[in-house]
């Protein structure tokens, strides 16, 4: 069974950076596409990014298009999202998930963006 642990969250400022990681043990998800979800208090999960299995297809909301970018080591079972010019909105815990309608899914890492 594939189990997914997220890290790298944190508080930032506005504008500031930050990445996320996404690390798969107990089986490979190199052939699985991966998304990064978040959710805010109060509020509904929100698709951010995924990337198909090959790393070479990756699909972004216009909410955050042109600031995060998600890629893959698929050698390493890895995958990152990378954020940049964060805004409070961003406010949320992200997760990754894969699998059939993203059933698997880590626990998640806060970001929290300050203004």
């Known amino acids: 069974q594939v189990q997914l642990v997220e890290s790298g969250g944190g508080l930032v400022q506005t504008g500031g950076s930050l990445r996320l990681s996404c690390a798969a043990s107990?089986?490979?998800?190199?052939?699985?596409?991966v998304g990064w979800f978040r959710q805010a208090p109060g509020k509904e999960r929100e698709f951010v990014a995924v990337?198909?299995?090959?790393?070479?297809?990756?699909v972004y909301p216009s909410s955050v298009q042109g600031r995060f970018t998600i890629s893959r080591d698929n050698a390493k079972n890895l995958v990152y999202l990378q954020m940049n010019s964060l805004k409070p909105e961003d406010t949320a815990v992200y997760y990754c998930?894969?699998?059939?309608?993203?059933?698997?899914r880590g626990q998640g890492t806060q970001v929290t963006v300050s203004s």
């Open positions: 990337a198909r299995w090959d790393g070479r297809s990756t």
């Open positions: 998930a894969t699998g059939h309608s993203w059933a698997l």
């Open positions: 107990g089986g490979t998800i190199s052939g699985l596409s």
